[in-house]
């Protein structure tokens, strides 16, 4: 195969998942596009298609499978090359998959452009870190400073297609930071697959309070949020830190799963709903008007009615201001996927309603909390659909809708939340003398 004509061909990238997925999928643009690919933005003019996949849920591996018969259907001679969770351990079952060329592992995205141009000079990339110098069609620029987990919860099947933890040395961290706030980010959200477990295979006893350490020492004005981080790594040197730099938004993902002790001891999970409960007082005592974001897990094999009611009364006492909630989904090879007592489908979908219901509900009470109150708002580039006007999210994850000039876009301004419903907080632009 000519090289020259395989570095003028043009692609598109699709990304399911995460935000782990979607930082990585930036960093295969940028090694494409610097390998002289091209990328285009229908997918109906690209003759090579990188999907970028999940495996978190059954739903996610069809998603996967459904996007490469789509790319297939779209154009029948293109390559279509899949990379990401779901095929890290389960490759054979998409390679049959029409049009499928190329099956990349993950420790392998990096090699992704001399795949593709069949350089014989690729070398292992294993512990090797993926890095951006741009985040397309982003607001805020997610960064990767850690890949892994080490946790065993018996419902998820990450820790096999990830490994086991591993931290981006903390010097390329800061350099990346500083490119994304050179090219004028106004938040950075650092992430990865067990975010609060950096630094802990490092011999010298470091800890996600060094990064951030590290990162507000960066001049510029610009923001660092947090994504998700389980409960045992949100210690009270983060939570003192946080509380005292203006720097680091008022924002942690929590994910909660259940807020029922037998359930939570079936999950694997190494808490109490007890120690929840007052690891929330704790932060909210320290960071104040902290937003706290969460996930919880429905159905999970042998929840009872009463199991399920523990959990909504937990969200009702957190008010998240948003809450992700998942229906249980068997993932093979994980320890919840030999478990017998199966929660009825139809009492899946009725006790999902409930907690919707319950965490909307939340969501409203802690949102008023700052009725008549000015928040700092980082302006997306896109406007709210339905209205026009512009939006964003508050350091402390409360989503504002507002009037205000095109100019405002990509930057933090002051708005303050005058009313809101169930589903909409409404702000007005604080224009400073």
Not at 136 to 147: E, L, S
Not at 201 to 226: H, M, W, Y
Request: glycine share 6%; aromatic share 8%.
């Amino acid at each position: 195969m000519n090289m020259q004509a395989d570095t003028n061909r043009r692609f598109f990238i699709k990304t399911l998942g995460c935000k782990v997925n979607q930082y990585e999928s930036q960093a295969i643009r940028e090694l494409l596009l610097n390998a002289g690919f091209k990328e285009c933005l229908a997918k109906e003019t690209a003759d090579i298609y990188v999907l970028n996949t999940c495996t978190v849920t059954h739903k996610a591996d069809s998603e996967s499978r459904y996007w490469a018969g789509m790319f297939h259907k779209t154009n029948p001679n293109a390559k279509i090359v899949l990379t990401g969770c779901a095929v890290e351990k389960n490759a054979d079952a998409f390679s049959f998959l029409p049009g499928i060329s190329n099956i990349i592992k993950n420790n392998d995205k990096i090699n992704i452009a001399d795949i593709l141009t069949h350089n014989p000079n690729t070398q292992s990339a294993e512990h090797r870190f993926l890095k951006i110098t741009d985040f397309k069609d982003h607001t805020k620029a997610f960064v990767k400073i850690q890949d892994g987990c080490a946790n065993a919860c018996s419902y998820c099947k990450v820790p096999s297609v990830r490994g086991s933890s591993i931290s981006k040395p903390l010097h390329d961290i800061v350099e990346e930071v500083k490119t994304l706030v050179s090219k004028g980010f106004a938040e950075i959200v650092l992430t990865g697959i067990c975010l609060g477990s950096w630094g802990s295979e490092l011999p010298q006893n470091k800890s996600i309070v060094d990064v951030l350490k590290a990162l507000c020492g960066i001049p510029g004005t610009f923001r660092i949020r947090l994504s998700s981080i389980e409960p045992k790594h949100v210690t009270d040197e983060l939570i003192d830190y946080i509380s005292q730099n203006r720097k680091i938004c008022r924002h942690l993902h929590i994910p909660i799963q259940s807020g029922d002790d037998e359930v939570l001891g079936r999950m694997n999970r190494p808490y109490t709903a007890l120690d929840i409960r007052d690891l929330v007082i704790r932060v909210r005592k320290k960071i104040g008007g902290v937003g706290i974001t969460t996930d919880v897990l429905i159905g999970f094999p042998g929840e009872t009615d009463k199991n399920f009611r523990n959990t909504v009364d937990l969200i009702k006492e957190v008010l998240p201001v948003k809450t992700h909630i998942f229906s249980f989904s068997k993932r093979d090879g994980t320890a919840a996927a030999f478990m017998t007592d199966l929660v009825p489908e139809g009492e899946v979908k009725k006790r999902f309603q409930s907690m919707k219901i319950a965490a909307i509900t939340a969501s409203y009470l802690y949102r008023e909390l700052f009725l008549k109150k000015p928040l700092d708002v980082l302006v997306e580039t896109k406007k709210e659909k339905h209205s026009g006007r512009l939006t964003g999210y508050s350091d402390n994850y409360i989503k504002v809708i507002f009037d205000g000039p095109d100019s405002l876009m990509k930057k933090i301004v002051p708005v303050r939340i005058e009313e809101l419903n169930l589903s909409y907080t409404m702000g007005s632009y604080v224009e400073l003398d």
